[in-house]
């Protein structure tokens, strides 16, 4: 039954509760009922608000990159670029289509916000290999998983004792290795099955990285180490010391057995993963060196610090390439786009979002309120389509590419567009209550009340005079109308009426007296009446 009635000997039950047959009206109709106050489907209990989940959806995406590939094999020849208009949303394509124009692929666009049914601080976040799942990390050492299309909370694991500080999965996508604030390192399959656990550092682990073959993986701790482990033994190979404090960040280049890491005494070291020597050290921030990140290509290294700078480095000169100042406070977390090679997110200390190129100084766009604290870590969908941002008030939010023709006008990106006034900005950015129908009531057109008692119990009291006492202090209020006759047309004052059923449907009319069909009429004529009757 679609809305759960299930009949009994006595009567319909309704989650539990009997319910008598309707006596009014002499017969067992359950449909004259009164509103029920929670529907089921399917032996499940339904909403009793409806809830709207934000979906992005890349299939339709793909398909149509699918077609365009093989009628549009040179770039020159596909057809001129997407304008800003609603009728150019069938147009688009993932960001792999448009190569050479990075700024399509700009996640302003909020799509969701989830979060944890315990609140709490979130670490960590990563996206599974194929992209159907968000992998989160909090401060209660459980693992969080999330659908990756409708956003929607999957399964929860406790996977560690203490706060998960590091997740990273291999290139060959099979394996996962995850670090706490113990300093313990586990290893998981991709069924989130455990399958070793050891401890790896005496401290906090901040980071781990695979080495590109996925036989070997590097990890850095508060101790002001840096450990290279054989993956297949889940032994050390051997131990990098050369910083004096907290090695906040650890990379392993995508080609060479070249490590990268940045410590909290601000400076950043290449080391020879093989022979375990430090091959340079840069000085370029003034403070704490929180993130370190090798570009695909091998030559840029990306590094983001508390002096609220973030730094580009290119290998081939060992020298500072560009420095990138727009964060009002520490840049925690970096990450370098899967699919354009010049464009990178950073998340700030104040809960900021900004979007950079590696050609330009300054950011292409800016999110100051993306979060209320600190964003600590953020992550590309493998398709570079979707940004994940994991941060300390307890959410995770996912931003999407803005569809052609939006204007932009939320609480987002409002205060970017030029000639908004500060009333607009206001409006905008300020917290409305979600409301699913009528005011006061919580509820949407269609759905069932809640505020009527089951069948046989009473409801509220009507309202009446107030109870005897003696009256308020005070002058007497002037004087009131005298009582006369209520006016005409308006029924005399009295108690409400009672609560009656809805009434039954009205009977059908009378069919229509039989009619002589033609032939019988002039049968009738010519003799008369016939012998049946």
């Not at 709207?52 to 093989?70: A, E, M």
């Not at 073959?213 to 010391?241: I, M, N, P």
């Not at 009291?461 to 109870?467: K, V």
Request: a neutral charge; hydrophobic letters at 30%.
């Amino acid at each position: 039954c679609a809305w759960g009635v299930e009949e009994e000997s006595v009567g319909l039950r309704y989650h539990g509760a009997p319910m008598a047959y309707n006596q009014d009206y002499g017969h067992d109709n359950y449909y004259f009922r009164e509103p029920l106050k929670q529907a089921v489907y399917n032996g499940k209990r339904m909403r009793e608000k409806p809830v709207v989940r934000s979906t992005v959806d890349v299939t339709s995406s793909i398909v149509r990159h699918l077609q365009n590939r093989i009628y549009f094999r040179r770039v020159r020849d596909k057809p001129s670029d997407v304008f800003p208009e609603v009728h150019y949303v069938k147009d688009l394509e993932p960001p792999i289509a448009w190569t050479d124009n990075p700024l399509t692929s700009l996640a302003t666009h909020f799509v969701h916000q989830s979060t944890n049914k315990e609140r709490c601080p979130v670490f960590v976040c990563t996206w599974t290999p194929e992209g159907r799942r968000m992998v989160t990390g909090v401060s209660t050492g459980e693992f969080t998983l999330w659908n990756g299309v409708q956003f929607n909370f999957e399964t929860l694991l406790q996977a560690h004792n203490s706060a998960v500080r590091s997740i990273i999965w291999s290139h060959n996508a099979q394996w996962m290795v995850s670090g706490d604030h113990g300093g313990y390192i586990k290893y998981w399959q991709s069924n989130m099955g455990n399958v070793m656990e050891f401890e790896g550092h005496r401290e906090p682990v901040r980071g781990i990285s695979f080495s590109p073959t996925d036989s070997k993986f590097a990890s850095c701790s508060d101790d002001s180490t840096v450990k290279v482990w054989d993956f297949g033994r889940w032994q050390t190979e051997r131990t990098l010391t050369g910083h004096g404090w907290d090695v906040k960040s650890v990379d392993w280049h995508p080609q060479y057995s070249v490590l990268a890491t940045g410590s909290k005494d601000n400076l950043i070291k290449l080391w020879d993963a093989k022979s375990g020597k430090n091959l340079t050290t840069l000085h370029a921030h003034k403070n704490t060196i929180l993130n370190v990140e090798w570009n695909k290509n091998g030559n840029w290294l990306l590094s983001g610090s508390r002096d609220q700078t973030i730094k580009l480095f290119d290998m081939r000169m060992m020298a500072e390439f560009s420095t990138y100042r727009g964060h009002p406070r520490e840049v925690t977390a970096l990450r370098w786009h899967p699919i354009h090679e010049e464009l990178f997110a950073s998340g700030g200390f104040d809960g900021s979002l900004l979007f950079w190129l590696a050609s330009h100084d300054k950011p292409q766009a800016e999110l100051l309120t993306a979060h209320e604290q600190a964003i600590w870590d953020l992550d590309w969908h493998p398709l570079g389509h979707i940004l994940c941002t994991a941060s300390n008030d307890h959410h995770i939010k996912f931003w999407t590419r803005s569809y052609p023709g939006d204007d932009m006008r939320d609480r987002y990106n409002i205060a970017q567009i030029p000639g908004v006034t500060e009333e607009e900005v206001k409006a905008a950015t300020a917290v409305k209550p979600r409301s699913y129908g009528a005011e006061g009531t919580g509820s949407y057109p269609g759905s069932i009340p809640t505020d009527t008692p089951p069948r046989g119990t009473a409801g509220p009291p009507p309202p009446g005079p107030p109870p005897p006492g003696p009256p308020p202090p005070g002058p007497p209020p002037p004087g009131p109308p005298p009582p006369g006759p209520p006016p005409p047309g308006l029924p005399p004052p009295g108690p409400p009426p009672p609560v009656r059923y809805p009434p039954p449907h009205p009977p059908p009319p009378p069919p229509p007296p039989h009619l002589p069909l033609k032939r019988e009429r002039e049968d009738q004529q010519h003799s008369g009446p016939s012998p049946r009757r």
